[in-house]
Nanobody
Framework: QVQLVESGGGLVQPGGSLRLSCTASGTISSIDAIGWYRRTPGKQRELAAR???????NYADSVKGRFTISRDYGKNTAYLQMNSLEPDDTAVYYC???????????????WGQGTQVTVSS
């Protein structure tokens, strides 16, 4: 019913930038929140950034001032601009969205397949 498709991961040197995209498609009525989580081997998945339907955002302390999340409402797409990347940012980044399907009052959480971000010289 709903697909989240991510793109934009890759290999970048420390101090570099990447932009991730996540596009939601399907029988969508509205998106309550959309954001990015990340996971490194041996660690739990953690929130990186999230964008709520009222325009508010929240960020992990470790990425504040370096990452910026934005949203294109018309395209059901979210972007994560990542600047001043550090080796500790290396992770698989997963898009997550709380979506209300057409005809439903309840929001369901969906996940993308993940995209690898590697920060290394």
């Amino acid at each position: 019913q709903v697909q989240l498709v991510e793109s934009g991961g890759g290999l970048v040197q420390p101090g570099g930038s990447l932009r991730l995209s996540c596009t939601a498609s399907g029988t969508i009525s509205s998106i309550d929140a959309i954001g990015w989580y990340r996971r490194t081997p041996g660690k739990q998945r953690e929130l990186a950034a999230r964008f709520f339907s009222d325009g508010t955002t929240n960020y992990a302390d470790s990425v504040k001032g370096r990452f910026t999340i934005s949203r294109d409402y018309g395209k059901n797409t979210a972007y994560l601009q990542m600047n001043s990347l550090e080796p500790d940012d290396t992770a698989v980044y997963y898009c997550s969205a709380q979506i209300r399907l057409a005809g439903s009052q309840l929001a369901t959480n969906f996940w993308g397949q993940g995209t690898q971000v590697t920060v290394s010289s």
